[in-house]
């Protein structure tokens, strides 16, 4: 398996940016797809969004769509989440995610199979 460590969030303000990074160790990087999910208090983790081994073919939740963009560095084992126009529904804990590299793009939390730890995002109104 590969271990996955979030970082870059914070308290930003709305209308404010923040860059995520999930840095991946263990296991061949090329070897994963990857993903991005959020969790509120009181709500079950959500999608985000995601990209395929390559990062060629990328995913979006229809919230974020325009205003967050993934990306991978595979020289860097590192995958990211540039976040732009922040809200404050945006407040969550964001979580990045691995899965088998030959399913595509993977939108569904069941099919990942390592998960960071989390990393806490608060946006102020």
């Known amino acids: 398996q590969v271990q996955l460590v979030e970082s870059g969030g914070g308290l930003v303000q709305t209308g404010g940016s923040l860059r995520l990074s999930c840095a991946a160790s263990?296991?061949?990087?090329?070897?994963?797809?990857m993903g991005w999910f959020r969790q509120a208090p009181g709500k079950q983790r959500a999608f985000v969004a995601a990209?395929?081994?390559?990062?060629?073919?990328?995913r979006y939740a229809d919230s974020v769509k325009g205003r967050f963009t993934i990306s991978r560095d595979n020289a860097k084992n590192t995958v990211y989440l540039q976040m732009n126009s922040l809200k404050p529904e945006d407040t969550a804990v964001y979580f990045c995610?691995?899965?088998?590299?030959?399913?595509?793009?993977?939108?569904?939390?069941?099919?990942?199979?390592?998960w960071g730890q989390g990393t806490q995002v608060t946006v102020s109104s």
């Open positions: 995610a691995a899965g088998d590299k030959n399913l595509g793009v993977i939108t569904l939390t069941r099919l990942y199979d390592s």
């Open positions: 263990g296991r061949t990087f090329r070897a994963y797809a």
């Open positions: 990209l395929n081994w390559s990062g060629d073919s990328t």
